[in-house]
């Protein structure tokens, strides 16, 4: 069964190792890197159709040099998994899902926190045209757009923020709640025509700053916007580095209680993960979690997870 994935951080295991390379680390290849969750014959192995790759800029990159970061992470995105690999096919619009052929994997550009652009709204209208699909306003800091679900003041979006939001609005991009305060939350979700939190579970199931409250997934819901099954054992299980699937299982069916069926989908985190969902360990092993959905949910409601309620979300 075809799989679309909102959440990856491939890019910046593939930047970390080519910046290493000076220090006689190996670069990392796409096509079959052990170290990638990600790689080119996982993705392909797993049946993954579509996998989203955010760029990334870690916290400790002085601000002068973030912009340099989010080019080069690009620049890989464009010559490493792209120019390299025939089967992966860049989706610069959302259009370009209908143009996929069978044995190719629509490659689609996100961006994780705003500290990337700064307060620079040019760098912003790049990225739109380099491609970028949907942008999370933070990571777990603070930046000029928002603070993050890390930062212990727990603001919103800042007015810069809200001009970033409806910037989104205006190029039919997605705003990802995933790393959001809660006040941040009802901020984004008051301003976005189409929000997503690509990828977070259910606060309900374990209570994790990362996860989303009842209220926040019926708002989601009640808006036409998406949560993506994340596979982090820390945000399936409280405090806990292990999880299986039935687990994972668990956060479906408590959205799904919510009025959620048809809004849910995956956003796995692999490649920015350091713990594992037991036989979910790469993108390879995608079709253990279907096999178990199947269990439990019908044909049609497991595609809807897959792939379909993704489609059918997509930003107008």
């Not at 192995?45 to 340099?68: L, M, R, Y």
């Not at 025509?193 to 700053?209: E, L, T």
């Not at 037991?278 to 279907?290: F, P, R, S, T, V």
């Amino acid at each position: 069964m075809h799989i679309i994935d909102t959440h990856c951080d491939a890019l910046l295991k593939l930047q970390l190792a080519k910046r290493g390379s000076i220090y006689n680390q190996k670069p990392l290849t796409f096509r079959d890197a052990s170290s990638l969750d990600t790689n080119l014959e996982r993705l392909i192995a797993g049946e993954v159709k579509a996998q989203f790759f955010a760029i990334f800029i870690e916290p400790d990159v002085p601000s002068d040099e973030k912009w340099q970061h989010a080019l080069e992470q690009v620049d890989l995105f464009y010559t490493e998994v792209l120019a390299k690999n025939p089967e992966m096919k860049h989706i610069k619009q959302w259009e370009d899902f209908q143009l996929l052929q069978d044995g190719e994997v629509g490659a689609v550009l996100t961006l994780e926190g705003a500290d990337a652009f700064g307060n620079d709204l040019v760098k912003l209208r790049h990225l739109y045209r380099l491609g970028v699909l949907s942008i999370g306003m933070t990571w777990n800091n603070a930046n000029l757009c928002a603070d993050g679900a890390g930062e212990p003041r727990g603001g919103g979006l800042t007015l810069l923020g809200k001009q970033v939001v409806k910037l989104n609005n205006d190029h039919r991009v997605f705003t990802d709640v995933a790393h959001s305060t809660v006040k941040g939350f009802w901020d984004i979700l008051e301003y976005a025509d189409y929000p997503i939190a690509s990828h977070s579970n259910a606060r309900a199931i374990c209570d994790h700053p990362r996860n989303l409250y009842d209220d926040q997934a019926k708002a989601m819901f009640n808006k036409g916007g998406l949560i993506q099954m994340v596979f982090n054992p820390p945000f399936i299980n409280k405090d806990s580095e292990q999880a299986s699937i039935g687990d994972l299982i668990k956060h479906i069916d408590h959205l799904c209680g919510l009025g959620g069926v048809n809004n849910i989908g995956f956003g796995s985190d692999f490649d920015g993960i350091s713990s594992f969902v037991k036989n979910l360990e790469h993108a390879g092993k995608y079709q253990n979690l279907i096999e178990e959905l199947l269990k439990y949910y019908n044909e049609e409601q497991v595609k809807g997870f897959a792939y379909q309620n993704f489609l059918a979300h997509l930003p107008k």
